[in-house]
């Protein structure tokens, strides 16, 4: 049974950083991407970066990857996926969920249970 563990949420102050971090346990050569999603209060969860197969050399991410804001980024060895956020605003308070998906499906096949991002002053 594959098991995603998620921790490093917290509150943090507007402008600060946090440093997310996801344990895959299982049979890491079956997943094609790794990654996050966040869900917002009376939103619906939406993708943030996920870092995918063929070497983990490759990633994709929503606007604040493409803007550097946040960063993603793996230790293959201790089979852990990082998200980096820099420049913290209150609109990124969430519950943060680490996700992999398998190889041939097109959705996240498993997901972590989650970990709470408050940006408050």
């Known amino acids: 049974q594959v098991q995603l563990m998620e921790s490093g949420g917290g509150l943090v102050q507007p402008g600060g950083s946090l440093r997310l971090s996801c344990v895959v346990s299982g049979s890491m050569s079956d997943f094609a991407a790794v990654g996050w999603y966040r869900q917002a209060p009376g939103q619906q969860r939406e993708f943030v970066a996920a870092?995918?197969?063929?070497?983990?050399?490759?990633?994709?991410g929503n606007e604040d990857i493409r803007r550097g804001r946040f960063t993603i980024s793996r230790d293959n060895a201790k089979n852990t996926v990082f998200l980096q956020m820099n420049s913290m605003k209150p609109e990124d308070t969430a519950v943060y969920y680490c996700?992999?998906?398998?190889?041939?499906?097109?959705?996240?096949?498993?997901w972590g249970k989650g970990t709470l991002v408050t940006v408050s002053s």
């Open positions: 870092v995918m197969s063929g070497g983990w050399s490759d990633t994709e």
């Open positions: 996700y992999a998906r398998r190889t041939g499906e097109s959705r996240p096949t498993y």
